[in-house]
Every structure is written in structure tokens, then in C-alpha cells.
């Protein structure tokens, strides 16, 4: 048995025992995922799984216990194999830090040049990616730390909030709206809508607070693009749905009006807890959870 064969045997099981979503997240084929299990299995005379109808529905006693060791196993091994790069000159004052580029353009054109300033022996390196694609890297120790959005739901994910406002509905000066304290969500569902497109977390938190109020959106238009969505509002007259600070270059075009009820905003440094930090991804953690207090 090797560390790949563990890992899958824990991805199954983190994948609520679904062998055709695991192998897919995993990148092989289904036939590939099982026969490793059999092999496993074969090997060792036991059964990690009980099945009903073929399919795998929970983890046996041995499985139980056969899962977390398998777990200490393989935290062991990436520990050993992160502080072996630690030794490594050329892994030494380098952090990867993941960030979405809608983010890195509001949140960070202060911070990460006050953080180079004032830390010369450290070399940031920026992975700019959506934030599922972040909390990916998160998970598989391919970034040290991201600044990115929540709400996400994963337990081996630590996040510390560094910001918080709200989604806004960014309307032309002249729309009927820009008078209003707040607008409601029924209102906005009449207008011509401008989104972020699904690959954001923010499409997806907006599109459940309109579901559980029982509304239904059609959108006008999705584009991962905030400037382009604040122009396109201004350009037909309709609404562009986007976290408050997110204001248009020019501040003549639009302005951002409440929304009731509220849509909270929030960005969070995030690391994975399984995996040891060394002294340059903690400085560089503390750094920005300081910077915006």
C-alpha cells in the first residue's frame, strides 16, 4: 500500500462514499477508484465498507479505524515533506497566498505593497484564481494562506474575517432607485439584473438569499468583470448587484443603494489547519489580519 492509494481511500470517504464524484475530483476513472479499494481490501482480508445495492454506504468498524490512521498517515507525511522544503534555501522567504482578482484590485493595492515594504526578506508570490478554485489549492497545500470570501464550507479550512461589509444594488444616478434609502428584493427581481457570473461565491450567496425568500431572478447580464457589470447597469438602466465598495471609476456613473435584507460581505485569510506553518506564513498571516483592524 503507498500514500496514493490512502488518499483516495480518504477521498472516498470525505465524498460521502460516491465513487463517480471522488474519481472526478480526483481525475481518474471510476474502474480505477474501485479496483484500488478491492485491492486494499484483497490485500489485507478485510472490508473497509458496508454496501447496500452494490453502493458503498458507510464505513465498517475496521474501515472506521482503518480512516483515521490513514488520516495521521498522510498529515504525517505532508508535515515531514513541508519541513524538508523548509531546509531547502530556495523554499526559504517565499509564501504563496492566494487571491481572487476581484479582491486583489479593491482590497489589496494598499496592503501588499506596505507588506513588501516593510518585509524585503519575505517574496510573496500571488496566485489569482475564483475562491472555490483557492480553497482547492487551500486543501491540497498548494498555497500557504488566501484572502478571499466566504461563506465556505469545509472543516479542514480555518478562517479569520479581515473585512466586512455588504452586497449593494450599484444603480445609474438617474434610476428611480438612486433616491431610495434601500430597496427591497422583490423590487430588484423586476429590474434588469447584472451579476457577477457563477464561478463567484458572491453569485451564489445572492442567488440563495433570493430563494429563501421564495423569488425567482432572471439575469440581465454575468460577467466575472465588476467594471464592465457597473457599465452595463448604467448603459440599459438597470441594477448591478456587487459587494458596496465596489464603486464605478468614475463616481458620476452609478451609486450603490441598500439592500434589505441585508447581504453580508465578508473576506477572510484562510489556511488549511492540517498543515504546519512556518514563520514566514504566519508573519505574513498576522500581517494582514493587522493591517485591516
Known sequence: ???????????????????SKTSKKLNITQPTLSQMIIEIEKEYEIKLFHKEFGRFKRLTKIGDKFYHDAKIIVNKMEQLNYELKQENDLFKGRVKIGIPPLILSFLCIESIPAFITENSDIHLEIIEDNAYKLYDMLQKNEIDLAITTEPINNKDIITNTIYTDYISCHVPLDHPFA???????????????????????????????????????DYYFKSGQWDLLIYMASYVNGVALLPKPFISVNNNVTKPVDIKPSIPWEIVVAYNQHIVKSSDVRRVEDFFVNFYK
Open 179 to 217: 433616491n431610495k434609502p434601500f430597496v427591497t428584493l422583490d423590487e430588484i427581481a423586476k429590474e434588469k439584473i447584472m451579476s457577477l457570473n457563477d464561478s463567484y461565491i458572491i453569485y451564489h450567496q445572492i442567488q440563495k438569499v433570493f430563494k429563501n425568500n421564495d423569488i425567482e431572478v
Open 1 to 19: 500500500m503507498d500514500l496514493k492509494q490512502l488518499n483516495y481511500f480518504i477521498a472516498v470517504v470525505e465524498n460521502d462514499f460516491n465513487l
